[in-house]
């Protein structure tokens, strides 16, 4: 019988030259889970929204939406309600560009400073400095609100809206970075993107304070602007392994 001694030295060698059976094999350092999905969506929503704002910017600026923004208008204003119409001036309201982005702002602290996730809240953040150069576009189409627009004394020009690109924007990056942060669930994070971004940009045609292809342009613009935050947001987080 061989002694513990060389026992011992024949298992070290043994270990050394094929490894131990019970030794965890080698595991190359994975992605993230779900990063090519998240990609891919991010490319399709940029691309779609590119493509839509080329077309509608496109047709605004040859007048050529009238045939689509018109009926739209008549049959809105022809079904209005009063308790419909204060509603929507309440949502038209909250969803100022003046009061989404200061909030907006309160969120990228809050991220920044309490939870220490400085790429959260700088991306956060992005949407607002982008939508101050978008908001140069109404000037080079200089286009005239619907009469609505005098009635609640809102006199500069109508395409695109900002309150449909704000709330694409804002709603969208912040949805999207809060769930990959792991504090919104995926529907969570869906519902409020859409359904805050739908009411504001509905409640600027129901108003008559824009016309429909103002709104569908501004979502446009918001959504491009949000699927290029939230692809700055995951760049940035796989090369230094910010968020979770």
């Not at 839509?52 to 923004?69: L, N, R």
């Not at 000037?139 to 449909?164: C, M, N, Q, V, W």
């Not at 409640?203 to 501004?218: A, E, I, K, N, Q």
Request: glycine share 10%; proline share 5%; hydrophobic share 45%.
């Amino acid at each position: 019988m061989l002694s513990s001694s060389v026992r011992h030295r024949v298992s070290a060698g043994a270990d050394t030259l094929l490894g131990p059976k019970w030794a965890a094999p080698y595991r190359p350092r994975r992605r993230p889970r779900g990063l090519e999905s998240h990609t891919v969506l991010l490319i399709g929503v940029s691309t779609a929204a590119l493509a839509a704002c080329a077309k509608i910017g496109e047709d605004v600026f040859y007048h050529e939406s009238g045939p689509f923004d018109e009926p739209i208008r008549n049959w809105v204003l022809s079904h209005q309600a009063p308790a419909v119409r204060n509603a929507f001036l309440v949502i038209s309201r909250v969803g100022a560009p003046s009061v989404i982005i200061p909030c907006t702002a309160t969120l990228a602290a809050w991220l920044w400073r309490k939870r220490g996730l400085t790429i959260a809240g700088a991306v956060v953040m992005s949407p607002a400095v982008a939508l101050a150069i978008f908001s140069a576009v109404k000037r080079i189409y200089r286009r005239k609100r619907p009469d609505g627009g005098a009635r609640l004394h809102e006199l500069t020009y109508a395409f695109p809206s900002g309150h449909a690109a704000a709330s694409a924007a804002v709603f969208g990056t912040a949805s999207y970075v809060l769930w990959r942060e792991g504090m919104l669930s995926r529907r969570a994070a869906e519902a409020i993107a859409g359904t805050g971004t739908l009411l504001v940009g509905a409640s600027r045609v129901y108003l008559d304070v824009h016309w429909t292809t103002d709104v569908l342009g501004g979502w446009s613009v918001g959504s491009l602007v949000a699927a290029l935050s939230a692809a700055a947001y995951e760049r940035v987080r796989r090369k230094t392994g910010a968020g979770r």
